[in-house]
């Protein structure tokens, strides 16, 4: 089976399509909003900066060696070029993020003879094929990026792709890295065939062969972290989310995962529990872009717990059940989860005692709530007082932000649509309730947050083909139909740090000597 490279965004649909139910409220839109303005030109499936220049190279050299216009043509040319990549990156570093590189693997662990016959496996004529996609990583993930990025441009007479100024820039600086290789690739190109000696010759190509001292690496540095760009253009917003991660490698003296880098935003602290450095100026308001973020995807999980927490009440209901009664059903049981309860909403949130590091090992705060919604597996039942810990953490994050509504609101500003459901207007929401019994609280947040908003956004999925109801509602009474389980979205930062440590701003021990010059030169 060809390997498939998931899109970063909705697919579009031409029959109705029942669907698992992805983001069933809705509230991830934000999320996703967010994170798409701070890091544009990086997406979660290009995995390797390389691939840019690879790409703007594949371009240039089909519009210097074939004159068709005709995408069958172009995507032959692109799909070889692609596998024998696969190829190269198997064969010198079993690279990671590497489009098709478990048939590259495959295939080479199995070869009988000396030859890799690949155009059967690119050619789109056998079962076998390096990737489903017709027009491969290009297509389903690099093409989009590399436009933002202006690597590519639109041609006037056709509509194959064509590198720009920068493109071709980069695209030099690639076949000035790989030299006389580049003779030998293209020949396997055209041949749709490579012998294991001229794999050994194309280790010049590999994903991790960016050398330090080169010219191509300083334009992937130029190109991402822009640094003559103006303060408020997408380019700076890529920048300073990219420096924010070298910021946390820094504080951590190592690299960081994506988690690290969300949590220490959000949180202000280290590992260790040690005070961050503040930050200044831009640098400083986009780690606290990326608090509001990380905010915003707490506020989500808390209610998608209590989503599935409702749904797998509804299960014991298999034909049906009033609004009224599940409603009644689902309070009680959480108010019995919280053991002694408060009698308000305003009495919980006084109660609470939270933590100034959000990020660590106590139990009342953020993490930890939040690390007990989302380490249930989806096969187990979630019981009542995990599934008041949400409700904790819905009061932990009313506390914690109150005092910061204001500055959460320009974040959100233009990002957040009007009918969105945001961290900021769950928060409204609750705060209006204060003084409200605790079980009427948490009986009109299901409600009117949870149940209503899942059937306005399946609803609104229903117009494009995808059926994503959980439940339904017939004559009065509520079914179960399928459950769905709380998640954090993937915010792009795996491929950023990808990115900096190809071209060697992080390394094994964090940040690199190059990596501190960019810190320190701003």
Known sequence: MAEEIPPEGDPEWSELQERQGLDPLGMQNTSIALYQAMLPGISNVTLRVRYY???????????????????????VFLRRCEALYALVAQQHAQAAGVGGSRWAGNTLKGLKGNRVRFSVNTDRQ??????????????AAYSSQMAVLGLLQEAQKHDLP???????????????????????????????????????QLGAFAPSGIELDSDERETYEELLLAPQAGP?????????????????????????????????????????????????????????????????????????????????????????????ALLEEVAGRLID?????????????????????????????????????????????????????????????????????G?????????????????????????RRRDAPLKAT?????????????????????RGGDYTFLFEVEDGLVRPRKKAGPVFTNPRLRSAISFLTDIHLLGTDGLTARGRQVLEAA
């Open 126 to 139: 056998a079962p076998d094929q390096y990737l489903a996609q017709k027009f491969g990583t290009f297509g």
């Open 53 to 75: 220049a690879f790409h703007s190279w594949i371009s240039r050299e089909y519009a210097r060696l074939h004159h068709s216009p005709e995408a069958d043509h172009w995507c």
């Open 442 to 462: 948490i009986t009109a947040l299901i409600k009117q947050r949870i149940l209503d908003r899942h059937q306005l956004v399946a609803f609104q999925k229903l």
């Open 162 to 200: 064509v590198t720009s100024v920068r493109g071709t820039k980069l695209a030099s600086d690639f076949a000035a890295s790989v030299g006389s290789a580049a003779d030998v690739f293209l020949e396997g190109v055209r041949r749709g065939s490579v012998t294991l000696e001229e794999l050994q």
């Open 232 to 324: 408020d253009t997408l380019a700076a917003k890529r920048r300073h989310s990219l420096r924010l991660v070298l910021h946390t490698a820094d504080a951590l003296g190592r690299t960081p995962d994506a988690l690290e880098v969300r949590w220490m935003a959000y949180s202000g602290f280290d590992d260790e529990g040690n005070p961050l450095v503040p930050l200044r100026g831009a640098d400083a308001a986009c780690r606290y872009q990326w608090r509001v973020y990380h905010a915003n995807d707490l506020m989500h999980v808390c209610h998608e717990a209590l989503l599935r927490f409702t749904l797998e009440a509804l299960e014991r209901h298999p034909n049906g059940v009033r609004i009224g």
């Open 337 to 405: 989860g919280a053991g002694d309860a408060p009698a308000s909403w305003g009495e919980l949130e006084d109660s609470l005692v939270v933590p100034e590091n959000a990020w660590g090992e106590d139990e009342n705060n953020e993490w930890y709530l939040a690390d007990d919604l989302l380490s249930f597996r989806i096969e187990d039942a979630l019981s009542a007082e995990t599934a008041f810990a949400a409700i904790r953490l819905l009061a932990t994050l009313a506390r914690r932000f109150e005092p910061e509504l």
């Open 407 to 431: 500055a959460v609101q320009q974040v959100l500003h233009g990002i957040a649509h009007d009918t969105s459901q945001t961290v900021l207007t769950e928060l409204r929401f609750l705060a």
